[in-house]
């Protein structure tokens, strides 16, 4: 009976501390929101409340208006309402227009599709800087070399009069990304053994992760704990000489070539030039040519 009694208390407790994530979760205060009505309220932030009440009034003429999250989260208390700002200092309200972004929200989904073909996109959403009245049926989007590293940044589209109209997006994806399977060590070579795709929710990464196993034989350049997932800044490919490797040297003396072997003291790519070690102890210099294999400086 005690053990059924305790069972029962179990469940209602989850059921308390889901229910109580899930209202923190649905009442997040976002960065941006829009709006029609000059009169903004609870409803205008999607909050669950009792009982919908006024927050503030935009000015006349306003088209965006900025306000401090510590406001909003005292008027939401006073009313009895709870709020989660998270990391969120500052929000903006944009007042909403008729304009369809769905030209640029595709150019958003054909950027994002061919840096990451098996990306799956559940949905993208376009906030303008300001008002935006219309927009040029050739709209194009200009977008920062680094963005494919981000799940939410800014571009911006030039108008035809070639004024500047900048936006915030923000996507929601997931993505197939390349993981360790276990904890790798530095100049460990990159394979199944040691890693696996996963897949993860897209966010923001350090630089670009990988999709699929490197193309070229690579290791690692740093030591990562199991389940990370990997970046192209966190490996290499391997040099085409190690260190303390046998290689063979090349000496060309006109239409003559002479062969010996030597040990590298260095590791290097593709015509790098390198120490060697001959077998007479004697050290000199010489180019990488190809893989264990130099030509002598």
């Known amino acids: 009976m005690s053990l059924c009694y305790n069972c029962t208390l179990m469940v209602k407790f989850i059921f308390i501390i889901s229910f109580f994530l899930s209202q923190l979760y649905a009442n997040a205060l976002q960065e941006s929101y829009t709006f029609t009505n000059p009169t903004i309220t609870s409803s205008d932030l999607n909050v669950s409340c009792p009982k919908p009440f006024e927050i503030f009034l935009v000015p006349d003429g306003k088209t965006s208006y900025r306000i401090n999250s510590q406001i909003l989260l005292k008027t939401f208390e006073l009313n009895g309402c709870a709020l989660n700002s998270g990391k969120v200092r500052f929000v903006t309200f944009l007042k909403r227009s008729d304009t369809d972004y769905t030209l640029l929200q595709n150019q958003l989904t054909a950027f994002y599709t061919e840096q990451y073909p098996t990306i799956i996109i559940q ?68 394979s199944l053994n040691n890693s696996a795709i996963k897949t993860i929710p897209f966010s923001t990464f350090r630089s670009k992760p990988l999709i699929s196993l490197p193309e070229t034989m690579s290791r690692f350049k740093v030591s990562l704990r199991d389940d990370t997932p990997i970046i192209e800044r966190q490996i290499e490919s391997i040099p085409l000489v190690l260190r303390g490797s046998k290689v063979s040297v090349q000496v060309k003396n006109d239409t003559v070539i002479v062969e010996f072997i030597a040990t590298a003291m260095q590791e290097g790519a593709l015509y790098d030039i390198i120490t060697i070690e001959k077998a007479d102890n004697k050290r000199v210099r010489a180019k990488i040519i190809g893989e264990n294999a130099v030509e002598l400086q």
């Open 123 to 190: 949905s993208i959403q376009v906030f303008p800087h300001g008002y935006i009245q219309s927009l040029p049926n050739n709209a194009h989007a200009v977008f920062d070399k680094d963005m494919a590293t981000k799940n939410k940044g800014t571009f911006y589209v030039a108008d035809n009069s070639g004024i500047r109209r900048y936006f915030d997006f923000t996507i929601d994806a997931s993505l197939s990304v390349l993981h360790t399977t276990q904890k790798v060590s530095r100049k460990e070579v990159v």
